[in-house]
């Protein structure tokens, strides 16, 4: 905890926001917005795992794009810092710096089947940002791409396969390498391991972890899956319909989260102990439309400690303890539970 | 002492493709006994949704159910074989939705997209009930669509699949499964694909209803703490084999084969932090041409050359209620008469 | 421990097979495809063959056989003895002293043996250099497979040389409408936008004009003293018109579809620009659907063009085309009369599901990766 605010910022995210137009009409006529993401500030550190946790369309992945600028964000600064002493704005940059800036900030996608062309080689495709950046050629390459299946744990003697040789785990593996080959130091990861059978995942988040130790990667791990977050991050922010809504360190949210929703959504997790019978708070309703969101704090409708002032008027972005940000107007007044109180009790 | 619904017996079910048989299912036995669920856990192609179809007969070529017993104890104490039944039988279709109901992953590709949900929640009740008159039909899906938590169920009679989220989808999918009273509800992880919260909506609900309405539930998934929550019994598959099967605190409490042992340990689990987690090495094989050897024999750290290579073990009862297939338990000679029968 | 080691050795094979050996393992299991695809290749054999195939030039007037009906080809003659090189026999004319109308009748006197690879008199093949070998013949007499028509010309010979025509429009024709189906759905699918909105509309306004109309206009614009082979082109390009137009749809949508896989955006992050992503991953993931749907294409022009030829408004004589043969037979008098006029219609049958099914079989074998 102390060493990672000792270490340097590597992202800071200040008031990015994506709004999709809703067209209508042969005209395209913009009748409204869907807000994917809504005013969300953060930073990531140097060498950190900042997970990223919410429901299906909540904005996670949109983030994550936005953050490469896979997708334009509307509005809002991106600074990334290139080295200690340039820092650029990423929304603002032009192609081709865009194209210099991915040697540093690269992503592995969830889907492994789709993330990886069908008809290249392995070679091909690990190789492919060193080809494009004329990193190296010949021999060198070669090399450089062994190196690398080698780092995420695959034998060097299949790069003259095509990827439908090898299994979803191994696909993610080779993913890993492509977006490891021209060191990048910050990566965002979009659900990585969901697509994965359980014991494959297991592997994945080993390699993510061992990697980041090896080469000082700070991750953007974006999952829906709280136990697979809580294992890997070293903070936690959680969304909901494309807003922050908490983000602290994954101990301090884990044990005493501030935000009921990140509360109903601890206690929705499943436990795989038939013992531990979780007093799970169901939230009523569904989730928010991002369209159009409803007045005041989004979960208000849905929130069992909703106080009038929670419909009214919407909860600033703050710092309630130190390093622990929480938008709601009763973060301070409740106490709510985390999952290992429920265990130790 | 609650008595047996559905007994399978040695089930076998293989897929025939061009790169060989696929055996899907091999040797497949379980039963399950009234108003208690039977939880399944497996990975993918472990065979366990290929067992879910096969029971109700909705296998589709190039699968085929190659031999075992399905047998059905319905109320009346009349015992009918279910492999044996034509596949798109009268007698098959009496059972199918009437007596054993199936809900499936994807709740909106079990619907279809142009009819509203009424017509297709009607058509399902009216069809099982023959001289059901169509407005009793619609006062039994307007209370079913009530039960499962569906607000304003008039309005939503009149909704098509796609006006629905997810999980409202699933709701009227527990909804029109349910409407025919059945005795047997056959889940094939019905959750997967909602989130965590909608998740735990769904798992409250079916644990509701089925006390409420006293049925057993096989469910499907691959999810752990899912399986904790609603299994009386869990059966764990691996590569078209039960592996392990008992009642659900002890196989959390004291998994004995190996794999269920790791796959327990792989799962990062919420509010134990690990540095790193235990994985199992390798990837599933794909079941064509094993031969006779243990299927978790080229991942298990307890595999002995020799026997494990060349002998498939047998499902062995350990403890009692406590079945185990792996030769650190089971005696050889019975693992060796089974992988004789089986080539 | 060898057999294993074969196992080993196949699987890898498999492992680094690219696209198109998965495909060719896929497509040759299609037997109906494969039926098809040796059709295609004896008519296309036939058809730049033509000279060679055909047993007579085939605007030779015969005038001693008009209508002569097709002659049977027998190995056992009236008497029963059997004979191991096929024969026709002579064809005797009589004519009907009442009706005034020739009929033929076989001169079973005469026995002609078929020959091989016979010298007969010189011909110009592919209109370039001299030749005199045909492929079969009769020392002398009639010869006629198929009969001949009004002016005693050889249906045999002549459908040979229209096969040629018939089979080649579709595929220059199908070459246009590739080259401008690619260009104007590669710029709408990858740009969108108003330009693609603009394309889109005007695809939707050419499919929308019936098209034998359009046809008809257009070769109504042609130019009466044009030379038969300035019209061969002009009808091509008429039929490409509306040909690129689905072709352009196919390719939009592909784009469409491949643009938003992952490894399109990962070749972004990994600093390729727009070429290269087009070069590298767009095109080859759909060059195989292309393939298929020009495939599907060229019976379309096939038709297209027996179509237009038939109404009298594509090729004209002396140029000879499926189309244009059928011509002779477009009253039911001459059919009753000479139902072998229409056996230019069995080519025009054959080919166009030889394509079809050739077609079917690579769209399914086109995604090895499902």
Known sequence: ?345 | MPDTILEVKNLKACFHLDEGQLRAVDGVSFAIQREETLGVIGESGCGKSVTALSILRLLMPPGKIEGGEILYYSDDNQVTDLAKLHPNGEQIRKIRGKEIAMIFQEPMASLSPVHTIGAQMMEFILLHNPGMKKNEAQEIALDMLNKVGVSNPALRLQNYPHQLSGGMCQRVMIATALSCNPRLLICDEPTTALDVTVQAQIIDLMEELQAEMGMSMLYITHDLGVIAEVADEVAVMYLGKIVEKCDVKTIFKKPMHPYTQRLMQSVPKLGSRQEMLDTIEGTVPIPIGMGAQCGFYSRCSHAEEGSCSRRSPALVEVEPGHFVRCFKYGSVEEGYLESANQI | MTKQADVIQKEEKYYVATQWQLMRQKFVKHKLAMAGLVVLALLYTLGIFSDFFATQDYQKRNTRYINAPPQRIRFIDADGHFHLRPFVYGLTQEMDPETWRRTYVEDTSVIQPIRFFVRTDTYKFWGLFDANIRFMGVDEGPFFLFGTDGSGRDLFSRVMYATRISLTVGLVGVFLSFVLGCVFGGISGYYGGKIDMVIQRVIEFLLSIPTIPLWMALAAALPKDWETIQIYFAITIILSMVGWCSLARVVRGKLLEVKQKDFVIAAKLAGANDWQIITRHLLPSFMSYLIVSITLAIPNMIIGETALSFLGIGLRPPVVSWGVLLQDAQNVRTINLHPWLLIPAVFVVVAVLSFNFLGDGLRDAADPYK
Not at chain 1, 83 to 96: I, R
Not at chain 1, 280 to 309: D, K, T
Request: include cysteine; proline fraction near 6%; glycine fraction near 6%.
């Open chain 1, 1 to 345: 905890m102390s060493q990672q605010t000792k270490s340097k910022c590597l992202v800071e995210v200040k008031s990015l926001k994506k709004y999709f137009p809703i067209e209508k009409g042969i005209l395209k006529k913009v009748v409204g917005h869907v807000r994917a993401v809504d005013d969300v500030s953060f930073k990531i550190h140097e060498g950190e795992t900042l997970g990223l946790v919410g429901e299906s369309g909540c904005g996670k992945t949109t983030l994550g794009r936005c953050l490469l600028r896979i997708v334009e964000p509307t509005e809002g600064t991106v600074n990334f810092r290139v080295s200690p002493e340039k820092t650029v704005d990423v929304t603002k940059v032009d192609k081709k710096e865009l194209r210099s800036l991915y040697r540093d900030m690269q992503m592995v996608f969830q889907d492994p089947f789709s993330s990886l062309d069908p008809r290249m080689t392995i070679l091909d495709i690990v190789g492919e940002p060193l080809k494009m950046n004329k990193v190296c050629s010949g021999e060198e390459y070669v090399e450089r791409v062994k190196e690398l299946v080698q780092l995420v744990g695959l034998e060097t003697g299949h790069l003259r396969r095509y990827p439908h040789a090898f299994s979803g785990g191994q696909r993610q593996r080779i993913g890993i390498a492509r977006a490891l080959a021209l060191n990048p130091k910050f990566i965002v990861a979009d659900e990585p391991v969901s697509a994965l059978d359980v014991s494959v995942q297991a592997q994945i988040l080993n390699l993510l972890k061992q990697l980041q130790k090896e080469l000082n990667l700070a991750y953007l791990f974006i999952a829906h899956d709280l136990s697979v977050v809580e294992h890997i991050s070293h903070r936690v922010g959680v969304m909901y319909v494309g807003k922050l809504v908490e983000l602290a360190s994954t101990e301090d949210l884990f044990t005493k989260p501030l935000h009921p929703y990140t509360e109903a959504l601890l206690s929705a997790v499943p436990r795989p102990d038939p013992e531990v019978k979780a007093s799970r708070i169901v939230l009523p309703g569904e989730i928010a439309n991002p369209a159009n969101p409803p007045s005041g704090c989004y979960f208000h409708p849905r929130c069992r400690y909703a106080v009038n002032q929670c419909k009214e008027v919407a909860p600033k972005w703050e710092e309630i303890k130190p390093g622990h940000y929480c938008a709601c107007h009763r973060a301070k007044e409740l106490d709510l539970s985390g999952v290992r109180e429920t265990q130790s009790a």
